[in-house]
């Protein structure tokens, strides 16, 4: 082998271990860019869901019952029956869905019959 042909094995060496770095280099950034777009879709679908809750607290004063929006103490509906608050919910508040929690569910016995 000459040095001539020593110095083209090694050019072409060199490039082929350039030319995979870069395909190694390109191939994981493009499966990080994959994974952000995955990880903002994903937060986009969470606040789509979220933005059609209401969240409320519900208090009982003699046979009526209170919901309330967690947080900002929003006034939501009142009934004295599952049915009546669902009934007010569903007619103030036709796109959205209010949700209580399950100790809240249990301790006004509100659960689905």
Known sequence: ???AEFFEFAFYA??????????????KTYNKIKE???VMENTTVIKDVMAKL??????KHGDMF?????????FIAQGKTK??????????FPNKLVVLSNEQVDDYGLAES
């Open 1 to 3: 082998m000459t040095i």
């Open 66 to 74: 209170y919901l309330y929006e967690e947080g900002t103490d929003n």
């Open 14 to 27: 060199l490039l082929g271990y350039s030319v995979s770095v870069f395909v190694i280099s390109t191939v």
């Open 83 to 92: 049915d009546e608050i669902s009934d007010v919910c569903i007619q103030r």
């Open 54 to 59: 209401i969240i409320v607290k519900v208090e």
């Open 36 to 38: 952000a777009e995955e």
